[in-house]
């Protein structure tokens, strides 16, 4: 198995909304950063969004600020990534990845953990 599983991905009209969830079997996300990471035809890999679990810090990508939102279950073990008002231009492969390391969280190249990815499509 891949070291994390994302879940929730799937089609939607333009301004509907979806979550996606990151798992880690067998593991905690408490000692990790986690960030959400997507792919769009023909485009490069880009960041989207991040959270501590030990402090709840969380950043986004200006792209998706005021309609996204990143949170996490400690119960679950879950970490989420709710999609509000989506637009076309969302449309694209999404991965959930982890780190421990320090330093600029929004590079897919710190992140030692990854998962297979989800597709989201977004119609006009």
């Known amino acids: 198995q891949v070291p994390l599983v994302e879940s929730g991905g799937g089609s939607v009209q333009a301004g509907g909304s979806l979550r996606l969830s990151c798992t880690a079997p067998?593991?905690?996300?408490?000692?990790?950063?986690v960030g959400w990471f997507r792919q769009a035809p023909g485009k490069a890999r880009e960041f989207v969004a991040r959270?501590?679990?030990?402090?709840?810090?969380?950043y986004y990508a200006d792209s998706v600020k005021g309609r996204f939102a990143i949170s996490e279950d400690n119960a679950k073990m879950t970490v989420y990534l709710q999609m509000n008002s989506l637009k076309p231009e969302d449309t694209a492969v999404y991965y959930c990845?982890?780190?421990?390391?320090?330093?600029?969280?929004?590079?897919?190249?710190?992140?030692?953990?990854w998962g297979q990815g989800t597709q989201i499509t977004v119609s006009s």
């Open positions: 959270i501590s679990r030990t402090g709840g810090i969380t």
């Open positions: 067998g593991r905690t996300f408490s000692s990790y950063v």
């Open positions: 990845a982890a780190t421990t390391r320090g330093g600029p969280y929004y590079r897919g190249d710190q992140y030692d953990y």
